[in-house]
Nanobody, 130 residues
Framework: QVHLVESGGGSVQSGGSLRLSCAAS????????MGWFRQAPGKEREGVAA???????TYADSVKGRFTISRDSAKNTVYLQMNSLKPEETAMYYC????????????????????????WGQGTQVTVSS
């Protein structure tokens, strides 16, 4: 059974930073991916960032240059460093994992669609004020 546990959420002012952690058990992304998603009340879940040990990383356009996804293989943990946070980024942030690789056209890509992921954590709340 795959278990994903998020931590690191909290409340910050606009422009502040947070680092989220996702500890995984029963899963290693040797050929798959792990990603971060967020969902605000009344809105659809959206992909934020994802990482693959084979295919690299990908980010939503809205967070490029401000967020960084990384991993600690020894701890089987994925992180999301979030800088310059904006109030509109207030949401529940979820960690997700898939064992699959995804291919289109000329090669493999890192998935950032919620439907591509099979395993989910329970989320950690991020609130950005002002």
């Amino acid at each position: 059974q795959v278990h994903l546990v998020e931590s690191g959420g909290g409340s910050v002012q606009s422009g502040g930073s947070l680092r989220l952690s996702c500890a995984a058990s029963g899963y290693t992304y040797s050929s798959g991916s792990m990603g971060w998603f967020r969902q605000a009340p009344g809105k659809e879940r959206e992909g934020v960032a994802a990482i693959s040990s084979i295919d690299g990383t990908t980010y939503a356009d809205s967070v490029k240059g401000r967020f960084t996804i990384s991993r600690d293989s020894a701890k089987n943990t994925v992180y999301l460093q979030m800088n310059s946070l904006k109030p509109e980024e207030t949401a529940m942030y979820y960690c997700a994992a898939t064992r699959s690789r995804f291919w289109r056209g000329g090669g493999y890509y890192i998935p950032l669609a919620a439907s591509d992921y099979n395993y989910w954590g329970q989320g950690t709340q991020v609130t950005v004020s002002s």
